[in-house]
């Protein structure tokens, strides 16, 4: 699972609530190190904040996409502007969610979507 997000302690616990529960756990603050991650290993589930230091998520989304289409891909942000969400959905992500994130419903999103 690879968690992206552009403030480090916000990918760490993220990261960390995912490795508690069981899943090995990739973080970054960067599109591109993301990218290195998704080129080397295989990934179940990506879970990413909207704008990250060196590019936004709808960027790193596409990517993973182009790799694994089928990669479920989960958004988060602080920003409450309804023309990110829907580009977000444009790039086919799975589900977007509002910071501060709600660590027990993002679990329950990955856990449906590794189900199916």
């Not at 960390?16 to 599109?31: D, E, K, L, N, V």
């Not at 990110?84 to 444009?90: D, S």
Request: charged share 25%; aromatic share 6%.
């Amino acid at each position: 699972m690879l968690v992206a997000d552009r403030d480090p302690q916000a990918a760490l616990h993220l990261a960390g609530y995912f490795c508690r529960r069981g899943f090995r756990t990739y973080h970054t603050t960067q599109g591109e190190e993301a990218m290195l991650l998704a080129n080397s290993r295989r990934l179940l589930l990506a879970v990413i904040d909207v704008s990250l230091l060196d590019m936004s998520g709808h960027a790193l989304a596409r990517r993973l996409k182009e790799i694994d289409p089928e990669l479920p891909v989960l958004m988060t942000s602080g920003d409450y502007a309804p023309e990110l969400e829907a580009a977000a959905r444009r790039v086919g992500i799975l589900y977007y969610a509002h910071k501060p994130a709600d660590y027990e419903l993002i679990g329950g999103v990955v856990d449906k979507a590794l189900k199916n």
